[in-house]
């Protein structure tokens, strides 16, 4: 299990990482989602030993990243796919990180065959590797001693949609096999087709947590009228609380039942009237971090 308990991370008067306490458990997928600047990358860095923690702790299997006697054994990592030796071959890259864990050479083909990387490109040199093949190979080096725990930041940066969904199925069946994968994605159409629970992030802070279902059921009711200000008028003289939501539509928790018959009684034509739910994680995801949000961006890679 991972384990983040009040993790601090600071750089001078900045505040990186603010207080952030969450679990990502085994046999599950959880996803790790926020804006550009959130936090994201810099809590999986402490997490596996490459930031301090200014305060809090941050633990892989109950210990410190730092104290895995092989921690390539118990988790593999992938944070930045393109932080690999240019001069070596995929296949040299994978053997050096076969040694160092004490595997034997074997375990480098069977490896390779998995994520798909050929001989012949197992033997040309990363340099002149795309961003794809580099993602296969960083991943590739991530599974070779079979972890128990998975750590992964933007693991589909770079791949086309069969690749894609290659590594979906992948990290998916290495979850249904009792692993823990703690995954980062600015792809949120993907995190919410494998994710198991959910960890969205802020300036630093957990700003919501918990599985996909409870948090996409938590959405509340959408509602348009052609009148969106008539509508609004009648929610609030019936004391349902109620906020804009893009476009003409109205969010409110009100039950979609209670919001349709105060339209009904107030004589206001409905366009949509749906369980929030059915939006999506996009929704969700631009709600909760509409005030971390950069001009012009949705979703980041970098944290």
């Known amino acids: 299990m991972i384990s983040i308990d009040s993790l601090t991370r600071t750089y001078g008067s900045f505040t990186a990482v603010d207080d952030v306490t969450f679990t990502a458990r085994p046999g599950r997928v959880t996803g790790f989602l926020g804006p550009n600047g959130a936090g994201k990358s810099t809590t ?175 959405a509340g009711t959408v509602v348009r009228a052609a009148n969106r200000d008539h509508l609004s008028r009648a929610l609030t003289a019936s004391g349902i609380t109620h906020h804009a939501s893009g476009g003409d539509a109205l969010r409110t928790d009100a039950d979609p039942d209670l919001v349709g018959e105060v339209a009904l009684r107030a004589g206001i034509a409905l366009r949509e009237l749906r369980s929030a739910d059915g939006a999506g994680l996009e929704e969700m995801f631009l709600e909760l971090t509409a005030d971390t949000q950069r001009e012009g961006t949705r979703e980041g890679v970098a944290a």
């Open 44 to 218: 999986m860095r402490v997490l596996v030993g490459l930031t301090p923690a200014t305060s809090g702790t941050a633990t892989v299997c109950g210990r410190r990243f730092a104290d895995l006697p092989n921690p390539g054994l118990e988790v593999g990592v992938l944070l930045d796919a393109s932080a690999q030796h240019a001069g070596r071959t995929g296949r040299e890259i994978l053997t050096v990180a076969a040694r160092t864990m004490g595997l034997p050479t074997s375990r480098v083909d069977e490896i390779l065959d998995l994520v798909s990387l050929t001989p012949e490109e197992a033997g040309r040199r990363v340099r002149h590797y795309s961003l794809g093949m580099r993602q296969r190979l960083g991943i590739a080096t991530a599974l070779l001693g079979e972890p128990e725990v998975l750590i992964l930041d933007e693991p589909a940066n770079g791949l086309d949609p069969a690749g894609i969904r290659w590594m979906r199925d992948l990290l998916r069946g290495y979850a249904d096999r009792g692993a823990t994968v703690l995954l980062s994605s600015h792809l949120l159409h993907e995190i919410e087709v494998i994710a198991d629970d959910l960890v969205v992030i802020g300036n630093g802070r957990i700003v919501a947590q918990g599985t996909k279902a409870e948090l996409l059921q938590a």
